[in-house]
C-alpha cells in the first residue's frame, strides 16, 4: 500500500549516468505546509524538502518560519524552500500550490479527547481553507489538524460555500493510523514490518478508528485475543504518546512520518504513477457516512476511486457497527455548531436545520 518516500527517487528517478536533477522526468509540484513551524511542521518540512517529486516547498506559520526554511533550505536537494509569516503572506505562500498539507492548529494535552481540541481548531482551518479557495482552489489537500472527523467536512463546508469544493481533492490524513496497525500486527505476528500492509477504515479518533486485521498482509494466525488488543492499542495509538509526552503535545515525528507518506502518494497520484493506494477519510459513499476512511486509489485528479470495506470479520462487523452512532450524531452537533452563525449557506444546515443546538 505504500512505500518510503525516498522510494519516490527509483519510481521516477533520472536515467543512470545522467547529471544533475531532470526537469523533463519529473514535473514540478509546489507543495505548501500551514504550521511548518510546529511539533508536526518542522520535521514534516524537511521530509518533503527530501522528496524528489517536490520542486518548491512553501512553509507557513504564524510564527517563526524565516528560521524553518532557512534551516531546511540549507538541504542540497531539488527544491527550493520558501518561508512565509502571518495572514499577509498567507495567499503568497498558497498560490500555484499542488498540494496544501495542514497540520496548524493545537495539539492534545493529557486527559483531552480529540474532540477537545475541536473549538481552537475548527476555526484555525476554516480561515486556512478560505485561503487556500481563494489562491489555490484546485489544490489536494491533506487535512492533519484534529480532530480529523470534523476538521474535514468542516473544510468541505468552507469550499462549497466558495464555489470550489472538489471531493476528491480533500483528504483527511488517517496514515499514522495504518503506520501503528503496520508496526503493532508485526511486532506481534513476528514478520518483517517493510512487508506488513493492513487496512484502517471509519475515522480518526478512539472507536471510529477500525484496523482490519482480518486483511492483514502477511497474513498471521493470531488469537482473537491478540487481534482485539491490537485493534484497541492503534485506536489508543495516539493517546499513548499524548501521555508519554506528559503535557508536552501529541504525536509529532510519527505523524510527520505518516504525513510525508501520503503526500508522496497524492503526488505520485498527481504525476500519473498508477496503482497508488493509501488509506484516507474522504467523501464517501462505502457506508451512509458522508466522510469515511478506507482504501482511496489515487490519480492525476486527487481520489480516482473510492475502495470498498472487502470482507470484514464479526469483530471487524461489530466495529463498524459501534463506530457509526458515536462518529455521526457527535460530529454532527459539533459541526453544526460550529457553523451556528452562517449556517443558513451550509449543507449540513440545510439536512438538519430544523435540529436544536442547545
Ligand atoms: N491526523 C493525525 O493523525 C494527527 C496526529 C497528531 C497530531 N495531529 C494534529 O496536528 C495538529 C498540529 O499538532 P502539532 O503537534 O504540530 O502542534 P504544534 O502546536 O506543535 O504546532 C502547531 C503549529 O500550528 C501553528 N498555527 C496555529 N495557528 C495557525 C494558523 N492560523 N495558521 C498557520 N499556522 C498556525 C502554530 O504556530 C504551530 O507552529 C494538531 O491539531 C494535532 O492534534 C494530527
Same mark, same amino acid.
Given at each position: 500500500?505504500?512505500?518510503?518516500?525516498?522510494?519516490?527517487?527509483?519510481?521516477?528517478?533520472?536515467?543512470?549516468?545522467?547529471?544533475?536533477?531532470?526537469?523533463?522526468?519529473?514535473?514540478?509540484?509546489?507543495?505548501?505546509?500551514?504550521?511548518?513551524?510546529?511539533?508536526?511542521?518542522?520535521?514534516?518540512?524537511?521530509?518533503?524538502?527530501?522528496?524528489?517529486?517536490?520542486?518548491?516547498?512553501?512553509?507557513?506559520?504564524?510564527?517563526?518560519?524565516?528560521?524553518?526554511?532557512?534551516?531546511?533550505?540549507?538541504?542540497?536537494?531539488?527544491?527550493?524552500?520558501?518561508? $512565509?509569516? %502571518?495572514?499577509?503572506?498567507?495567499?503568497? #505562500?498558497?498560490?500555484?500550490?499542488? +498540494? /496544501?498539507?495542514?497540520? =496548524? @492548529?493545537?495539539?492534545?494535552?493529557?486527559?483531552?479527547?480529540?474532540?477537545?481540541?475541536?473549538?481552537?481548531?475548527?476555526?484555525?482551518?476554516?480561515?486556512?481553507?478560505?485561503?487556500?479557495?481563494?489562491?489555490?482552489?484546485?489544490?489536494?489537500?491533506?487535512?492533519?489538524?484534529?480532530?480529523?472527523?470534523?476538521?474535514?467536512?468542516?473544510?468541505?463546508?468552507?469550499?462549497?460555500?466558495?464555489?470550489?469544493?472538489?471531493?476528491k481533492?480533500?483528504?483527511?490524513?488517517?496514515?499514522?493510523?495504518?503506520?501503528?496497525?503496520?508496526?503493532? $500486527?508485526? %511486532?506481534?505476528?513476528?514478520?518483517?514490518? #517493510?512487508?506488513?500492509?493492513?487496512? +484502517? /477504515?471509519?475515522?480518526? =479518533? @478512539?472507536?471510529?478508528?477500525?484496523?482490519?486485521?482480518?486483511?492483514?498482509?502477511?497474513?498471521?494466525?493470531?488469537?482473537?485475543?491478540?487481534?482485539?488488543?491490537?485493534?484497541?492499542?492503534?485506536?489508543?495509538?495516539?493517546?499513548?504518546?499524548?501521555?508519554?509526552?506528559?503535557?508536552?503535545?501529541?504525536?509529532?515525528?510519527?505523524?510527520?512520518?505518516?504525513?510525508?507518506?501520503?503526500?508522496?502518494?497524492?503526488?505520485?497520484g498527481?504525476?500519473?504513477?498508477p496503482d497508488v493506494v493509501?488509506?484516507?477519510?474522504?467523501?464517501?459513499?462505502?457506508?451512509?457516512?458522508?466522510?469515511?476512511?478506507?482504501?482511496v486509489r489515487l490519480g492525476k485528479n486527487g481520489v480516482e476511486e473510492v475502495?470498498?470495506?472487502?470482507?470484514?470479520?464479526?469483530?471487524?462487523?461489530?466495529?463498524?457497527?459501534?463506530?457509526?452512532?458515536?462518529?455521526?450524531?457527535?460530529?454532527?452537533?459539533?459541526?453544526?455548531?460550529?457553523?451556528?452563525?452562517?449556517?443558513?449557506?451550509?449543507?449540513?444546515?440545510?439536512?438538519?436545520?430544523?435540529?436544536?443546538?442547545?
Amino acid at each position: 500500500m505504500r512505500s518510503s518516500v525516498l522510494r519516490s527517487v527509483k519510481t521516477l528517478a533520472k536515467p543512470a549516468g545522467a547529471r544533475g536533477y531532470s526537469s523533463e522526468s519529473v514535473p514540478d509540484r509546489k507543495v505548501a505546509v500551514l504550521g511548518a513551524a510546529g511539533g508536526i511542521g518542522q520535521p514534516l518540512a524537511l521530509l518533503m524538502k527530501l522528496n524528489p517529486l517536490v520542486s518548491r516547498l512553501a512553509l507557513y506559520d504564524i510564527a517563526n518560519t524565516p528560521g524553518v526554511a532557512a534551516d531546511v533550505g540549507h538541504i542540497n536537494t531539488r527544491s527550493e524552500v520558501a518561508g $512565509y509569516m %502571518g495572514n499577509d503572506q498567507l495567499g503568497q #505562500a498558497l498560490e500555484d500550490s499542488d +498540494v /496544501v498539507i495542514i497540520p =496548524a @492548529g493545537v495539539p492534545r494535552k493529557p486527559g483531552m479527547t480529540r474532540d477537545d481540541l475541536f473549538n481552537i481548531n475548527a476555526g484555525i482551518v476554516k480561515d486556512l481553507c478560505s485561503a487556500i479557495a481563494k489562491y489555490c482552489p484546485n489544490a489536494i489537500v491533506n487535512m492533519i489538524s484534529n480532530p480529523v472527523n470534523s476538521t474535514v467536512p468542516i473544510a468541505a463546508e468552507v469550499f462549497k460555500k466558495a464555489g470550489t469544493y472538489n471531493e476528491k481533492k480533500l483528504f483527511g490524513v488517517t496514515t499514522l493510523d495504518v503506520v501503528r496497525a503496520k508496526t503493532f $500486527y508485526a %511486532g506481534k505476528a513476528n514478520v518483517n514490518v #517493510a512487508e506488513v500492509n493492513v487496512p +484502517v /477504515v471509519g475515522g480518526h =479518533a @478512539g472507536i471510529t478508528i477500525l484496523p482490519l486485521f482480518s486483511q492483514a498482509t502477511p497474513k498471521a494466525n493470531l488469537a482473537d485475543e491478540d487481534i482485539k488488543a491490537l485493534t484497541k492499542r492503534t485506536q489508543d495509538g495516539g493517546t499513548e504518546v499524548v501521555e508519554a509526552k506528559a503535557g508536552k503535545g501529541s504525536a509529532t515525528l510519527s505523524m510527520a512520518y505518516a504525513g510525508a507518506i501520503f503526500a508522496d502518494a497524492c503526488l505520485k497520484g498527481l504525476n500519473g504513477v498508477p496503482d497508488v493506494v493509501e488509506c484516507s477519510f474522504v467523501q464517501s459513499t462505502v457506508t451512509e457516512l458522508p466522510f469515511f476512511a478506507s482504501k482511496v486509489r489515487l490519480g492525476k485528479n486527487g481520489v480516482e476511486e473510492v475502495l470498498g470495506l472487502g470482507p470484514l470479520s464479526d469483530f471487524e462487523q461489530e466495529g463498524l457497527e459501534k463506530l457509526n452512532p458515536t462518529f455521526h450524531i457527535r460530529k454532527l452537533f459539533q459541526i453544526l455548531q460550529f457553523f451556528r452563525k452562517c449556517c443558513t449557506c451550509c449543507s449540513w444546515h440545510q439536512l438538519f436545520g430544523c435540529f436544536s443546538l442547545e
